[in-house]
C-alpha cells in the first residue's frame, strides 16, 4: 500500500511538472508570435488557461476518485459553485477579457475588477486558475441514499 502511494504521488508531481513545463513552452511562443507580429493571441491566452486550470483539477483528482467509489447519488455544492468556481473563473479570464477589449461602457464595469488586479501584477490569474480547477472538481460529492445532509437553520 505504501508503494502504491509513493508510485500514485510520484506520477501526480511528474504529470503537475509536465503541465507546468507545457504552460512555458506556450508563454513562450506567445512571446514570439506577440515580437513578430505586435498582436496577442487569444488561442495562446486559452490554451495556457486550460493547462493551468487542468493543474487544479489534478490536485482535485484524488477528492474524486473517492467519491466516485463511493454509493449515492451525485450532488453539487451550490455555495461553493456561486462563492469560489464563478468568482474564480471570472478572476481566471482577465487576461482574455484584455484580449477582447471593447469601449463599451458595461463591459467596462464588468471587467474593472479583474483589470485592478493586473496593474498589482498578472500572479493572481494563475492563483485563480488553480483555484478554478480544484473548486470545480471538489464541487461534486455522493450522498448516500440513507442520510441526509445536515442543514444549519
Known amino acids: 500500500m505504501k508503494?502504491?502511494?509513493?508510485?500514485?504521488?510520484?506520477?501526480y508531481i511528474l504529470l503537475?511538472?509536465?503541465?507546468?513545463y507545457l504552460d512555458g513552452y506556450v508563454e513562450k511562443q506567445q512571446y514570439i508570435y506577440q515580437r513578430e507580429t505586435f498582436n496577442l493571441s487569444f488561442v495562446y491566452f486559452a490554451i495556457s488557461m486550460i493547462i493551468k486550470?487542468?493543474?487544479?483539477?489534478l490536485l482535485g483528482l484524488e477528492y474524486i476518485?473517492?467519491?466516485i467509489r463511493k454509493e449515492?447519488?451525485?450532488?453539487?455544492?451550490?455555495?461553493?459553485?456561486?462563492?469560489m468556481v464563478i468568482p474564480s473563473l471570472y478572476f481566471s479570464m482577465s487576461?482574455?477579457?484584455?484580449y477582447l477589449y471593447n469601449?463599451?461602457?458595461?463591459?467596462?464595469?464588468?471587467t474593472y475588477p479583474g483589470f485592478i488586479f493586473i496593474q498589482n501584477g498578472s500572479g493572481f490569474?494563475?492563483?485563480?486558475q488553480l483555484v478554478l480547477g480544484y473548486s470545480l472538481i471538489t464541487s461534486f460529492y455522493k450522498q448516500s441514499k440513507g442520510i441526509k445532509k445536515e442543514t444549519i437553520t
Open 3 to 11: 508503494n502504491n502511494n509513493w508510485l500514485k504521488y510520484s506520477g
Open 16 to 20: 503537475i511538472a509536465a503541465l507546468i
Open 53 to 57: 486550470i487542468s493543474i487544479g483539477l
Open 65 to 67: 476518485i473517492k467519491e
Open 72 to 83: 449515492g447519488n451525485w450532488k453539487i455544492n451550490l455555495s461553493k459553485i456561486i462563492l
Open 95 to 98: 487576461y482574455l477579457f484584455m
Open 103 to 110: 469601449d463599451n461602457l458595461i463591459y467596462r464595469i464588468l
Open 125 to 128: 490569474v494563475f492563483v485563480f
